[in-house]
């Protein structure tokens, strides 16, 4: 157990509608990191949050956005969603937000099917 | 463009003897590299790193070289046991500021056979 959470594990949705990924990083980490894994990619980094404030931007389209509230935790808002986010969401935590020493850990992820 | 490639895509390796998965990656700035293992249906779990001003660390069984002018790194896993069976990622990280998002390779599959 990586001390990272994720909620819902499954998720299943049509086209056209919104959803909302919840991460609580582990206690005493102050960065959240978003990823996504579809079928045959590897991790895709989306986004970095660091206490409170987005640090960083990967491959994040415009539809997806995201926030870390005041008790660090982050969530990950899709909208008007398509057959292709169909894919495994996974969010990291790490103690600062990069560097030699900080490693991330990941939680079990998000399965998002999307009919 | 790739910046971190995994090149086999499957290992099977026989219970007991030593398992080699490598990395290869483009990125010069990358200054801290992690291994992290995958089973079905959960996330990555951190293995071990290391730091680009080191070109080897060790933790039990498993072992990361780091080459800096090749710009490779591989993981040794001995001896390399059924439990060990799982999707292996490369990362790499290049610190900025307070920016530190991983770049993933595409991941080796190890199969290691009783």
């Known amino acids: 157990d990586s001390g990272v959470t994720q909620t819902p594990k499954h998720l299943i949705t049509a086209t056209g509608q919104r959803v909302t990924l919840r991460c609580s990083p582990r206690?005493?980490?102050?960065?959240v990191y978003w990823y996504q894994q579809s079928l045959d990619q590897g991790l895709q980094f989306l986004i970095q949050?660091?206490?409170?404030?987005?640090?960083a931007k990967g491959n994040i389209l415009e539809r997806f956005s995201a926030q870390q509230f005041p008790d660090l935790h982050s969530e990950l808002n899709l909208s008007s969603l398509e057959l292709g986010d169909s894919a495994l969401y996974f969010c990291?935590?790490?103690?600062?937000?990069?560097?030699?020493?900080?490693?991330?850990?990941f939680g079990p992820g998000t399965r998002l099917t999307v009919l | 463009d790739q910046q971190v490639k995994q090149n086999s895509p499957s290992l099977s390796v026989q219970e007991g003897r030593i398992s080699i998965l490598n990395c290869d990656y483009t990125?010069?700035?990358?200054?801290?590299f992690l291994w992290y293992k995958k089973y079905p249906a959960e996330g990555p779990t951190f293995l071990i790193s290391?730091?680009?001003?080191?070109d080897k660390n060790e933790d039990g069984r498993f072992t990361v070289f780091l080459n800096k002018s090749a710009k490779h790194l591989s993981l040794h896993i001995v001896p390399s046991q059924p439990g060990d069976s799982a999707v292996y990622f490369c990362?790499?990280?290049?610190?900025?500021?307070?920016?530190?998002?991983?770049?993933f390779g595409k991941g080796t599959k190890l199969s290691v056979k009783p």
């Open positions: 290391i730091s680009s001003i080191k």
């Open positions: 206690s005493g980490d102050l960065s």
């Open positions: 949050y660091y206490n409170g404030e987005e640090r």
């Open positions: 990362a790499a990280s290049e610190y900025r500021g307070s920016q530190g998002n991983l770049i």
């Open positions: 990291a935590s790490s103690v600062i937000a990069g560097g030699d020493t900080d490693t991330q850990y």
């Open positions: 990125n010069s700035m990358f200054d801290y």
